[in-house]
């Protein structure tokens, strides 16, 4: 199985994590400015962020809902640019909507995440477990049994008995196996979605590669959130905490190779063997 990991570009400094585990002093209002845009009006029987948050999961949650959402309009709008529906939100006419239990189970798997970041960020990056290595066989993070739940960030058909229905962006699943069917597919069970896509408590099979893909992107996701976060440290309700100071990976992981200079060695050596053997044949003859 072939599958694209994620590799972070820079980590956060372990401080700065720290703070983002940690419940704030009191829970804050946040206003995300968001109450004009159309794919909020859009999906409003669907998703409303929180009026309240009483922790920074939570916070890094709705952004990366939102941040799903408007891809999920987006790509709709793009689809069909002259779609009316799009323009009310009375087209959602099935009611649905992401339960607490459904948004706390996300931002479980945020906190967890930014937990091993933080694990990671205090570890010289040359030695970070999450870089591709060659002939690396360990299964994809995807099918990593701590992570079970996953944001939709991609259309996507399920097979659901034979029958297909979609995902789009926003639609929350779970995996609810580690054992592989038809050697690349794992089964999932739909948790949460919008009017018209699989409904809730669907479950069919789906490739792992579009798994990790969820995954790559749920990460790349967070990381953008906790940028955002950073930056409105001590605006709008959020509390001060330490400085984020992202630190970069490649330029880390850029230096020279400590292999080549053996590799090079022994060229050389096995380069002045054979213009030995080569100076010996010519003087025999």
């Known amino acids: 199985m072939v599958y694209y990991n994620y590799v972070p570009a820079f980590y956060f400094q372990p401080l700065y ?15 995300w400015g968001w109450g004009a845009d159309p794919w909020y009006g859009f999906y409003g029987p ?19 809902l ?11 709008a793009a689809a069909d640019p002259s779609d009316q529906s799009l323009a009310s939100p009375a087209a959602q006419n099935t009611p649905a909507t992401l339960t607490p239990a459904v948004r706390q189970a996300i931002a479980d798997e945020v906190r967890q995440q930014v937990e091993a970041e933080r694990t990671a960020a205090a570890q010289p990056f040359a030695s970070l477990p999450d ?36 995902l789009t962006p926003g639609d929350i699943v779970v995996r609810a196996s580690n054992n592989l ?20 408590s669907s ?4 490739e792992v590669a579009d798994l990790q ?13 906790l940028k955002t976060l950073a930056d409105n440290q001590g605006k709008g309700g ?48």
């Not at 200079?261 to 044949?281: F, I, M, R």
């Open 46 to 64: 669907y998703f409303a962020f929180a009026p309240f948050y009483p922790n920074a999961s939570l916070w890094l949650t709705d952004y990366l």
């Open 131 to 166: 870089l591709p290595r060659p002939a690396d066989d360990r299964p994809p993070p995807a099918l990593d049994p701590k992570f079970r739940t996953f944001v939709v960030s991609q259309d996507l058909e399920l097979d659901v008995g034979g029958q297909t229905c979609m």
């Open 203 to 206: 479950s069919g099979l789906l």
């Open 17 to 31: 994590y720290g703070w983002v585990v940690q419940p704030w002093p009191a829970p804050i209002a946040f206003d």
């Open 238 to 285: 959020v509390p001060a905490g330490p400085a984020a100071n992202p630190r970069e990976v490649m330029p880390e992981l850029s230096g020279p190779d400590l292999f080549a200079e053996s590799e090079l060695a022994k060229q050389q050596q096995a380069a002045l063997q054979a213009a030995t053997e080569v100076q010996q044949d010519a003087a025999g003859t």
């Open 66 to 76: 939102a941040a799903n959402l408007r891809a999920a309009y987006e790509n709709q």
């Open 181 to 200: 069917v038809e050697q690349t597919k794992v089964p999932v069970t739909v948790l949460s979605s919008k009017p018209g896509d699989c409904p809730a």
């Open 213 to 225: 893909e969820m995954y790559n992107d749920f990460r790349e996701k967070v990381r953008d959130g």
